[in-house]
């Protein structure tokens, strides 16, 4: 199974690239947040890209989705859990960002999930009911543009490591974002706290 893919950007469509790797040329599906960032890139240039791997028996074709973020990968993942929402609808549906989509389940804005292509508000709402409550660290995803016990430091290191290699954040910023959280919460025990923390302190100052 195919899950990153390093290349040439061999042609341009408005929903696909054709990526040559290894003297083969992939076709990979785009989502519309991810091409937009591939849009400024010319023919020849080099593009890298998490890819989501889809075959089932009502798919037999092998068909390749393409991220730029691990993290926009596995949002992927759970996006297509949702009931009446598959792989195909959701790459035609992610018009937005993945950090805007996760803010907007969230904080359960029906308004802003209808923004999908393709998304009424009844889906919007399944959309809410089935994944709210497990977006904080997605909505963290940056956009382009005293001593503690040792499993204390296990977890703080795992929520900057995610910041840093998934979610975009230089290392500096990472490492102030759960400082202060922390600050905030110093009780703080488990990984998903924290970053529960950290994603409502962002919200708060933007």
């Known amino acids: 199974m195919i ?11 408005d929903d696909r ?5 290894g003297q083969v040329g992939y076709e990979v599906l785009i989502p519309l947040f991810v091409m937009e960032t591939i849009s400024a890139k010319s023919i020849g240039d080099t593009v890298a890209l998490f890819i989501y791997y889809y075959q089932t028996e009502r798919q037999p074709r092998p068909v390749l989705i393409g991220f ?7 949002f992927f993942k759970m996006f297509i859990s949702v009931e009446a929402i598959g792989p195909i609808k959701a790459i035609k549906a992610l018009n937005l ?12 804005n029906l308004q802003a ?9 009844r889906t919007a709402g399944k959309i809410i009911a089935t994944l709210s409550g497990k977006m904080g660290k997605f909505a963290l995803i940056r956009h382009e543009d005293g001593e503690k016990s040792p ?3 296990d977890f ?7 910041l840093v290699d998934q979610l975009g954040h230089k290392p500096f910023e990472a490492r102030a974002m759960v400082k202060a959280a922390m ?6 025990a488990n990984p998903e706290d924290l970053f529960e923390e950290v994603y409502r302190g962002e919200m708060i100052h933007e």
């Open 97 to 108: 960002s993945v950090r805007d989509i996760a803010r907007a389940i969230e904080s359960k």
């Open 68 to 74: 730029n973020l691990e993290a926009e990968r596995e």
């Open 3 to 13: 899950a990153y893919l390093e290349g040439t950007l061999l042609k341009k469509e």
């Open 17 to 21: 690239i054709i990526l040559l790797a």
């Open 183 to 188: 600050r905030r919460k110093p009780l703080i």
């Open 156 to 162: 703080v290191e795992q929520v900057i490591h995610v």
């Open 151 to 153: 499993p204390l430091e």
């Open 113 to 121: 999930l209808k923004r999908l292509n393709g998304i009424g508000e």
